[in-house]
């Protein structure tokens, strides 16, 4: 059982960054893909940017040279380090992780565990 708690959203203006950080109950490193995904309401939740155990990276092409995905595992936490926000960038942020096969966000069927979320606005 992996519990996973996000910090590190809120209010910023466009073209500002934010740090958010997933910390994970239990070492990620013992095999976990962990992911970032972003959910406005009404819409289906999009997945952002994963992390494999052995430091593999995706990124949706949303957010590609803007977001950076990075892990510590001394301490169990995934970052995602994100630059150049913009509104279309507002939702809510959540991690996620899960231990089967293949690291990536194109689907979030694989992911088990997921964090509450923190939420992420940008205003224009």
């Known amino acids: 059982q992996v519990q996973l708690a996000e910090s590190g959203g809120g209010l910023v203006n466009s073209g500002e960054s934010l740090r958010l950080v997933c910390t994970a109950t239990?070492?990620?490193?013992?095999?976990?893909?962990m992911g970032w995904f972003r959910q406005v309401p009404g819409e289906e939740r999009e997945g952002v940017a994963s992390?494999?155990?052995?430091?593999?990276?995706t990124y949706a092409d949303s957010v590609k040279g803007r977001f950076t995905i990075s892990q510590d595992s001394t301490q169990s936490t995934v970052i995602l380090e994100m630059n150049n926000l913009t509104p279309a960038d507002t939702a809510m942020y959540s991690c996620?992780?899960?231990?089967?096969?293949?690291?990536?966000?194109?689907?979030?069927?694989?992911?088990?565990?997921w964090g509450q979320g923190t939420q992420v606005t940008v205003s224009s």
């Open positions: 239990k070492s990620t490193y013992s095999g976990y893909c």
């Open positions: 992390i494999d155990h052995d430091g593999t990276t």
């Open positions: 996620a992780a899960h231990s089967g096969w293949g690291c990536t966000v194109k689907t979030d069927e694989q992911f088990v565990y």
